[in-house]
């Protein structure tokens, strides 16, 4: 079974970047779509972003939607996460994850996926 691992978090200041990274340890990965998801304190697992297998196909949250690029680099079994112009409100812990023996496009609810990383605290300060 593909395990994810997630590195990338820490703390900025509001107006600045992080890039997440998401390691798979098995190349089957490759072939099925990576969402990142995040959860607040107190709230619920959010969708942020998904990409497809091959990268083709990327889908956004409205929430983030032109400061973040998700991005993946198979030969390296990594999905990234580039966060830019971060907010106080992008505090939270963010995973990534897949859906194996899927091959359609990414799907924008955290339901729609199976395995899920440990996660990686990102915190804004304003």
């Known amino acids: 079974q593909v395990q994810l691992v997630e590195s990338g978090g820490g703390l900025m200041q509001a107006g600045g970047s992080l890039r997440l990274s998401c390691v798979a340890s098995s190349r089957t990965f490759t072939d099925y779509p990576v969402g990142w998801s995040r959860q607040a304190p107190g709230k619920e697992r959010e969708f942020v972003a998904g990409i497809n297998g091959n990268g083709e196909t990327t889908r956004y949250a409205d929430s983030v939607n032109g400061r973040f690029t998700i991005s993946r680099d198979n030969p390296k079994n990594t999905a990234y996460l580039q966060m830019d112009s971060l907010k106080p409100e992008d505090t939270a812990v963010y995973y990534c994850?897949?859906?194996?023996?899927?091959?359609?496009?990414?799907?924008?609810?955290?339901?729609?996926?199976?395995?899920w990383g440990q996660g990686t605290q990102v915190t804004v300060s304003p």
């Open positions: 994850a897949c859906r194996p023996y899927y091959y359609g496009v990414p799907v924008p609810d955290p339901r729609g996926y199976d395995i």
